[in-house]
């Protein structure tokens, strides 16, 4: 049978080509899903042996060398135990709860570029789509909590979502003076547009941008000290309270890969993505060899090192504390700087 | 009108919620049901006695030595503390003192213990509001002064080091230099704790205002200890009604001013300072001298003397064949099933099996049974060689044979003690801890009442807590320091 009759030549042509790409896209996604969780499993492992340090402990040491396994053995452990649910919960939410967390925070992983040319989707409007897909996140908290069927999962799903809901607002503000500069939704662009800007990174002109999302990614995350959706010392576990097993692990995996969802903001945003400024090759024009995923690595573990750096060193916010930062002071400095942005942008 | 229907239809309620006895933030477990309007406090009403085991009535049926290992139990933090209040009480009661290097090295375990409970409480109180590695950074002090007590006494939590009339035994002097070693270097540590924590913004909004308390209220519901110091009142019973060598050492009694979560941070802060120059005064000044008083009456007998001379463990316990009577007596006594024998005849010690308690020995009445020192292992015939009436056995194992019967009646039945009752106060890490004692003439008290710091403490919390937030009841569970295992008795 000759296939040229069935199908021309053409259309053969583009459905190699488009097998072609739909192969490249599914092996770009198992690198990023497969890089997700590794990082998962030793961002738990880097954090307990910074924290350790920081503590004058030496953190996991048995398993492996260095306690090197840990994460596995952790692993193992969640997904052998029993999963329990509560006889009152509402099982259909409190299946779906964790699932929806984790999966918004994978999907995001999808539009964060790498390294030079290395996304996943490679959209125009990759910011946006982080946010959007950040806030669904929310509802997996808050299913949590009401499933739960329980007070303090309530309480934390609630204190969640009202803190969630707030700290993206300035968040979002916060990226506003970049996207003003860049000129770019796209996350590429935004890079691009760094590399050839005169500081080499919006760190440095969107300074209170950035310090402004630094605090609310640290909110949006619910890390300390604005951790009080899971305050242990409130709350028990806050909206997961009655998770326990492998549901408990999605909500852990959720997490952390929101924390490096939200580095990799800051790294492609603020800190220049892959690249590094212009003045830093100029002098040490060897760094040039350095491929960039290496540069961006750094970026984002040196924020994910300073989420660990907070933790170990200041307590918690309040509720009502926490609210009064998030409207009163983080929302009108973001303000302030979109309009200072804009005025600069239009005189220059 | 409107409104009323709406809130006909939607009807309101607190949302009720139940923290503890299982909670991450009750340090042990209190039971605190929280009505709640939103996240605001309407009410709190705490529900105690989970850990109550019935110290006081136990102590009831139980001589004055041995209601002594109770008191550990109590404030498991500060375990010396009750110690020395209970064994400052029983002293009174006796009409008996310690000598003066006890007193002095009781101070000193004492402060340490307040300095250990005050870390234990930093610890906690800051975990509680967040900064998690103060506590980290305390237990590692914390586990320096623990080390301390083991050397002292063999145990870290439950010591029972302080005796009645004393203390258990002398301190080494490895003991007194690691000791001094941790004073010096202490007040650096606290000063590193408060890097942490004493300007932090964050701690400053969490403490500052929070479970406000005036003096006067303080005084009122009963506040003792740095709790009540923190309102402004300079009451302290080391400095008022000093016991052991309170009175002799040079130390202020910090206070607060406004009476809120961070002025008693601070007073707990200063105190531990404090505590840290008593302690060194008292090294310095530490005299020498016996640590146990020797008053036969009251005292049970120091250990070394109720042995003999030679090492306890190198002697043998023997039954002179012809003194035996074969009354059986000491068949029935020896807890080790050693001795056999018919009745009317001479029975015989399986020295192999003898644990050398010398029970036989103050049990039987005929003077049959004697002491052979360095007579382990040696085989019966030698050892009847050697066996000489308990009459004529050397000074210094007859004594320490005596001394032996004397513990024997104390721990059976207790001391003569005068009748009467006393109240005596001490000031433990938490407040005032007392001892209030009945006596009746016998060896037991006739009633034990335990005035528990922590207790009334607890009683205070919906004072504290009322109209705040529910992250505030935190910080007031904190900063009243309570220790349940006390509370509850």
Redesign the interface.
């Known amino acids: 049978m000759n296939f040229g009759t069935i199908i021309s030549p053409d259309v053969l042509d583009g459905l190699i080509a488009f097998g072609i790409n739909v192969l490249i896209i599914i092996l770009k996604i198992v690198v990023v899903l497969a890089i997700g969780l590794l990082h998962v499993a030793y961002a738990t492992y880097f954090e307990r042996k910074v924290i350790g340090h920081m503590q004058v402990r030496l953190g996991p040491m048995r398993v492996g060398p260095h306690g090197l396994l840990q994460p596995f053995a952790d692993g193992l452990k969640l997904f052998f135990k029993e999963d329990i649910i509560p006889a009152q919960a509402d099982k259909a939410m409190f299946y779906l709860a964790p699932v929806i967390f984790m999966a918004s925070a994978m999907v995001n992983l999808s539009v964060i570029p790498y390294a030079e040319n290395f996304v996943i989707a490679d959209i125009n409007v990759g910011l946006l789509f982080l946010f959007a897909i950040a806030g669904v996140g929310v509802y997996g908290i808050f299913l949590a909590g009401w499933a739960s069927n329980s007070k303090y999962a309530f309480m934390g799903g609630l204190r969640s979502s009202a803190q969630v809901l707030s700290y993206e607002i300035a968040m979002g503000f916060s990226l506003v003076g970049v996207m003003i500069m860049s000129g770019s939704l796209n996350l590429n662009e935004i890079v691009k547009a760094q590399q050839e800007s005169l500081f080499g990174m919006y760190a440095i002109p969107q300074f209170a941008a950035f310090i402004v999302f630094t605090i609310s990614a640290v909110a949006e995350t619910n890390r300390t000290p604005f951790d009080l959706p899971e305050a242990e010392s409130e709350l028990v576990a806050g909206y997961f309270t009655e998770y326990s097993g492998f549901r408990f692990a999605l909500f852990f995996l959720g997490e952390y890969i929101a924390m490096f969802i939200m580095a990799s903001i800051a790294a492609v945003c603020f800190l220049g993505g892959w690249t590094l400024p212009w003045y830093v090759t100029k002098i040490l024009p060897f760094l040039n060899h350095v491929p960039g995923f290496f540069w961006y690595l750094i970026k984002v573990y040196a924020f994910i090192f300073f989420y660990y750096w907070i933790r170990a060193t200041v307590p918690r916010y309040r509720y009502d504390q926490l609210m009064k930062i998030g409207w009163k002071i983080l929302i009108p400095i973001a303000l302030a700087n979109i309009v200072i942005t804009g005025l600069v942008k239009l005189i220059l | 009108m409107i409104q009323r229907e709406a809130e006909k239809i939607f009807e309101t309620r607190e949302?009720?919620?139940n923290m503890g006895p299982q909670?991450?933030?009750t340090h042990g477990v209190l039971r605190l049901v929280l009505d709640m309007d939103g996240?605001t406090i309407v009410n709190v009403t705490p529900y105690v006695g989970y850990l109550h085991r019935g110290i006081e009535k136990l102590g009831e049926n139980l001589s004055y030595f041995q209601a002594l290992p109770l008191t550990d139990r109590m404030d498991y933090v500060s375990a010396m503390s009750n110690n020395i209040g209970y064994c400052v009480a029983v002293e009174k009661l006796f009409g008996i003192e310690a000598p003066e290097r006890a007193k002095y090295i009781r101070t000193i375990v004492g402060e340490m213990s307040r300095i250990a409970n005050h870390l234990l409480w930093l610890a906690t109180h800051?975990?509680?509001?967040?900064?998690?590695?103060v506590?980290?950074?305390c237990f590692?002090e914390r586990e320096w002064i623990l080390d301390l007590f083991e050397m002292i006494c063999g145990a870290r939590l439950t010591v029972t080091y302080p005796r009645v009339g004393g203390v258990r035994n002398d301190v080494p002097q490895a003991f007194l230099d690691s000791l001094w070693k941790f004073t010096d270097e202490f007040p650096s540590r606290i000063r590193e704790y408060e890097t942490?924590?004493d300007q932090?913004r964050?701690?400053l909004?969490?403490t500052v205002g929070i479970g406000v308390i005036s003096a006067e209220e303080a005084v009122n519901w009963g506040m003792t200890g740095p709790t009540l110091r923190g309102s402004g009142v300079a009451y302290d019973i080391r400095k008022h009604m000093p016991y052991d060598a309170y009175d002799q050492v040079e130390f202020d009694v910090p206070i607060g001013t406004e009476g809120d979560t961070y002025d008693r941070y601070r007073c707990r802060m200063l105190e531990m300072r404090q505590s840290n120059s008593i302690i060194r005064q008292c090294i310095e000044k530490l005299p020498a001298g016996p640590v146990m008083a020797d008053d036969p009456k009251f005292v049970l007998p120091p250990k070394d003397k109720m042995m003999p001379v030679t090492h306890p463990t190198d002697m043998a316990y023997f039954i002179i064949e012809k003194a035996c009577k074969g009354c059986g007596m000491c068949l029935r006594a020896c807890p080790a099933k050693a001795i056999t024998g018919e009745k009317k005849k001479p029975h015989k010690i399986d020295q192999s099996l003898c644990l050398q308690c010398s029970t036989c020995f103050t049990t039987c009445k005929f003077k049959s049974l004697t002491v052979v020192p360095g007579g382990k292992g040696m085989s019966d015939d030698k050892l009847a060689e050697l066996a000489v009436s308990p009459d004529k056995l050397p000074d210094d194992i007859k004594e320490a044979q005596q001394a032996l019967t004397r513990q024997f009646d104390f721990i059976k039945k207790g001391p003569k003690v005068p009748e009467g009752d006393v109240y005596v106060a001490t000031e433990v890490p938490k407040g005032e801890l007392g001892f209030y004692f009945v006596s009746d003439g016998t060896g037991k008290p006739y009633r034990m009442r335990v005035r528990a710091p922590s207790f009334i403490h607890a009683g205070c919390l919906p004072r504290l807590c009322k109209g705040h937030?529910?992250?505030?009841?935190?910080a007031a569970i904190g900063t009243i320091d309570i220790v349940l295992g006390e509370c509850d008795r």
């Open positions: 949302l009720n919620v909670h991450p933030a996240e800051a975990l509680d509001i967040g900064a998690m590695t506590f980290l950074y590692r942490l924590i932090n964050i701690w909004q969490r937030l529910v992250a505030d009841v935190i």
